[in-house]
């Protein structure tokens, strides 16, 4: 999402200096911040379910899964980066959004197929990162009680009412316009993701240097001793929703010279293999430390106890992440969905009516109503959807499953074949095709893994018990 500035709004002798050859505000970004942008969007909350699934795949599939979706993204985000102008990857016209390069190449219903998947997806996250912060701030408390109590002690908590004050905050942060926009949200984010992924890992080591014995094998669980034979399938779909689920991400807007696509594609490459790296240390060290017992989120599972203070403020910087990220996933929708109410419904005063309100100490706030009432809305419902589905795993297992088949592979080949005009039935559009196909069958059954984990979540679930 962008915004649009006049060319009145700079000095006259600053017109061609501030903006780009096609009107827009001028592009700043190299690879180099391209490639920090992919990282920090990218290493969040997926990375701490990988210990868990890698123990369901083993040190043979996990692994492999891992590398197999990296050289997916990699390729895929190549296509798209050549797909950022249109017709011509060097000379044609720029492509603002994701929904606008579908438009240029595809055209007809599969954009309304690409909006959909894209704010699914969005809505999805919002869901998911409301589950993943209320557990994070449930696990600081009970780090606390493990260290004051003991580890036999079970120290039960429920999440609704820490779900409830992550919506509370969100209620807030939502009536702030272009909160996604704020400078310093980024850097936040990327301290914060950054830092507790990072003593996940560095807990991980330090456990597997300690020594002691953990099961771990070639397989990963195995079948009539840590599961049955059918929770061994659902759990190793589930895991690959998990891994689909982490490697989520979006490009950045990269300056014009030398050409955006070179300049994405050498991005997309520091980027993804830089957090490749990271991703299988998390994976391989969080199995290595807990072996096939490896909890589904391994800063709030609770197999780390010790130092209490660092699990905490692990926790906290998740939680601090979340709240800044929810915003990041949920401003679009916002801006989508009153965008379409405000040009369907002008005349309306409920919808476009702005009203000035004096607030002390901030100055002038123009409310509109209908803002207020569909964005505080729309964070009740995602925290009321939670709240029924509090389960980390099995949600961000159907996030990844939903969206890593449309969002990362199908639309980027299609498009990839409309602008090289590609002849149907050719060597490169069958092999194109096909990797296309067996990604769609990879997402199904990641999604039916973990719509299964769902339901036997469901029928297992304690209201106000803590949720791992």
């Not at 569909?374 to 389960?391: C, E, G, L, N």
């Amino acid at each position: 999402m962008s915004i649009e500035r006049s060319s009145g709004e700079y000095e006259n002798g600053d017109i061609q200096k501030n903006l780009d050859d096609d009107g827009r505000p001028k592009r700043t970004g190299t690879w180099v911040t391209a490639s920090a942008h992919i990282i920090t969007a990218v290493i969040g909350s997926g990375v701490l379910s990988l210990a868990w699934a890698i123990a369901q795949l083993g040190w043979v599939a996990g692994p492999a899964v891992l590398m197999a979706f990296s050289f997916i993204t990699y390729f895929t985000s190549t296509l798209l980066a050549d797909c950022y102008r249109a017709p011509d990857p060097v000379h044609g016209k720029r492509n603002y959004t994701y929904m606008d390069v579908v438009r240029a190449y595809l055209g007809g219903r599969k954009v309304q197929l690409c909006g959909l998947a894209q704010y699914a997806n969005l809505v999805g996250i919002t869901v998911g990162y409301t589950i993943t912060a209320s557990i994070s701030m449930v696990a600081v408390k009970r780090s606390n009680c493990f260290h004051k109590h003991g580890h036999h002690v079970k120290c039960q908590t429920s999440n609704y009412s820490f779900m409830a004050i992550f919506a509370a905050i969100q209620l807030v942060l939502s009536q702030i316009p272009n909160f996604d926009k704020l400078s310093w949200l980024s850097i936040v984010a990327a301290i914060m993701s950054f830092a507790y992924s990072s003593i996940g890992l560095g807990l991980s080591i330090a456990k597997v240097a300690g020594g002691g014995h953990v099961r771990t094998t070639l397989t990963g669980v195995t079948v009539g001793v840590d599961v049955s034979g059918s929770e061994k399938v659902w759990r190793t779909f589930q895991a690959i929703g998990d891994i689909a689920f982490a490697y989520a991400y979006s490009t950045d807007t990269v300056k014009s010279s030398p050409p955006e696509n070179k300049s994405m594609k050498r991005a997309t490459s520091v980027g993804v293999s830089t957090t490749t790296l990271f991703y299988v240390l998390c994976g391989v060290f969080g199995y290595a430390a807990f072996g096939n017992d490896a909890p589904g989120n391994f800063l709030t599972g609770f197999g780390f106890y010790e130092p209490f203070w660092l699990i905490d403020f692990a926790n906290v910087c998740i939680a601090i992440h979340l709240i800044g990220a929810y915003q990041v996933f949920a401003q679009p929708l916002f801006g989508f969905v009153e965008g379409w109410c405000s040009r369907n419904w002008s005349d309306n005063k409920f919808i476009t009516g702005e009203h000035a309100v004096d607030i002390p100490l901030y100055g002038i706030y123009y409310v509109n109503f209908f803002r207020l009432v569909w964005r505080t809305s729309y964070v009740i419902v995602t925290a009321v959807v939670a709240m029924i589905f509090p389960f980390f795993n099995d949600f961000l297992g159907l996030i990844g499953a939903g969206s890593f088949w449309p969002l990362t592979v199908y639309f980027p080949i299609e498009m990839h074949i409309a602008q090289t005009k590609i002849p149907k039935y050719s060597f490169r559009w069958i092999w194109l095709k096909i990797l296309s196909w067996v990604c769609l069958v990879v997402s199904l059954v990641a999604a039916a893994g973990s719509v299964q984990g769902l339901i036997q979540s469901l029928k297992t679930y304690k209201p106000f018990q803590t949720q791992e």
